[in-house]
């Protein structure tokens, strides 16, 4: 998965997949920011194991706002790059060829 802005925020090096969620339609991947600043980001594939989309937990507002007033992060919840930009994914296939895959983020208002 790929980091977040939390996580290069943060100083940590990679997030932590701790939970998968079956769903009827596919799977949900529960990733968290490490260290003292964790964060929880939700990833939805589909039954064939491929990326769908982001969604973040709901205190994500809050806590880039937190990271702008103590400087971490550069730029305004509004103008968050995270906002705009769709999650790159790196995905692996059954032969072990790489690709990339862009999913839409879902990000609390």
Request: aromatic share 10%.
């Amino acid at each position: 998965m790929p980091r977040s802005e939390f996580s290069r925020a943060s100083g940590t090096p990679f997030d932590v997949a701790n939970r998968i969620d079956l769903r009827q339609s596919g799977s949900t991947v529960e990733v968290q920011t490490m260290g003292p600043d964790t964060e929880t980001a939700y990833y939805d594939f589909s039954q064939g194991f491929e990326p769908e989309r982001v969604a973040y937990g709901s205190s994500y507002r809050a806590r880039h706002e937190m990271f702008e007033r103590e400087g971490r992060i550069k730029h305004r919840y509004q103008d968050c790059p995270e906002r705009r930009e769709k999650a790159v994914l790196r995905v692996c296939d059954e032969t072990g060829s790489w690709r990339t895959a862009a999913i839409p983020r879902l990000l609390p208002g």
